[in-house]
Nanobody
Framework: QVQLVESGGGLVQAGGSLRLSCAASGRIFSSYVMGWFRQAPGKEREFVADIRWTGGSTNYADSVKGRFTISRDTAKNTVYLQMNSLKPEDTAVYYC????????????????WGQGTQVTVSS
């Protein structure tokens, strides 16, 4: 069993930055993939980025490439999402999730989820 707790959300002006953190408790196996998803009001949950726990390879949604960076600190069991050049359309609840293996950005394949943290970008 893995528990995930996100933090770092808030209100920021367009062009600003935020860093989200996801603290994981429980056993993180080497095959795990950690992902960030987001859900805006009235929209479906969408993939943002993921990172392999071992090796650190990453994938990003086209909408955030070049602006967001996902990273992890294996010693602290924590995953980060650095968000720069934020836009109003980035406004959403951001969720951290863990998949037992590569999930190719498919939320249905993620086994564990955090409670979410609100990010609001004002224009």
């Amino acid at each position: 069993q893995v528990q995930l707790v996100e933090s770092g959300g808030g209100l920021v002006q367009a062009g600003g930055s935020l860093r989200l953190s996801c603290a994981a408790s429980g056993r993180i196996f080497s095959s795990y993939v950690m992902g960030w998803f987001r859900q805006a009001p009235g929209k479906e949950r969408e993939f943002v980025a993921d990172i392999r726990w071992t090796g650190g390879s990453t994938n990003y949604a086209d909408s955030v490439k070049g602006r967001f960076t996902i990273s992890r600190d294996t010693a602290k069991n924590t995953v980060y999402l650095q968000m720069n050049s934020l836009k109003p359309e980035d406004t959403a609840v951001y969720y951290c999730a863990a998949a037992l293996r590569n999930a190719y950005g498919d939320s249905r394949l993620y086994a564990y989820w955090g409670q979410g943290t609100q990010v609001t970008v004002s224009s």
